[in-house]
């Protein structure tokens, strides 16, 4: 396994220069750690594992399971009146 890694491109040393300077008070390997960490975190997160197994979700009879989902959200509560 590398322990060194060198990175020659002038526009991705730029930019983890500014990352290290922005995030983790200039440690540039902390700074593309930390980049790295945050995307294998993205990809793991990406698909759902709701419903994922068989059986692993059930529905009752008589419920939409696609009620109040992202693209049918719940409706807004009415305004209230002031009283009088």
Aim: hydrophobic share 45%.
């Amino acid at each position: 396994m590398a322990t060194v890694i060198t990175i020659n491109r002038p526009g991705v040393v730029a930019l983890i220069r500014k990352a290290a300077k922005t995030l983790t008070h200039g440690n540039k390997i902390e700074a593309v750690a930390l980049a790295v960490r945050r995307l294998l975190e993205q990809d793991a997160r990406a698909g759902s594992l709701f419903g994922a197994h068989r059986d692993s979700v059930r529905v009752q009879e008589g419920v939409d399971p696609q009620r109040f989902s992202m693209l049918n959200p719940m409706p807004k509560p009415a305004a209230r009146s002031s009283g009088d």
